[in-house]
Nanobody, 119 residues
Framework: QVQLVESGGGLVQPGGSLRLSCTAS????????MSWYRQAPGKERELVAT?????VTNYADSVKGRFTISRDENSVFLQMTSLKPDGTAVYYC???????????????WGKGTLVTVSS
């Protein structure tokens, strides 16, 4: 079984910064990609940033230039700067995990961490 555990959420003022962390544990052969999604109240879950392969990154247009995704083995991080009130959401970690050699990737999700951007 694979578990993803996020941390680092909290209350931050507009314009502030926050760093989210997520670590995958369990029987893992490798991880193809790790991503951050978010879901704001009353809205659908949306992709924020992805770290794929060795260092291929993609960002939602709304966070480009303000958020940075990075990865260290089975952990992924999201450095968020210049936060805006519309960044208030539950942030979820996602990983495409290879459980054993030559097997297809399986998606796993964390339970989420709440980020509130408010003065």
């Amino acid at each position: 079984q694979v578990q993803l555990v996020e941390s680092g959420g909290g209350l931050v003022q507009p314009g502030g910064s926050l760093r989210l962390s997520c670590t995958a544990s369990g029987t893992i052969f490798s991880i193809n990609a790790m991503s951050w999604y978010r879901q704001a109240p009353g809205k659908e879950r949306e992709l924020v940033a992805t770290f794929a392969g060795r260092a291929v990154t993609n960002y939602a247009d709304s966070v480009k230039g303000r958020f940075t995704i990075s990865r260290d083995e089975n952990s992924v991080f999201l450095q968020m700067t210049s936060l805006k009130p519309d960044g208030t959401a539950v942030y979820y970690c996602y990983a495409l995990v290879i459980l054993r050699a030559w097997s297809a990737g399986r998606p796993y999700w964390g339970k989420g961490t709440l980020v509130t951007v408010s003065s």
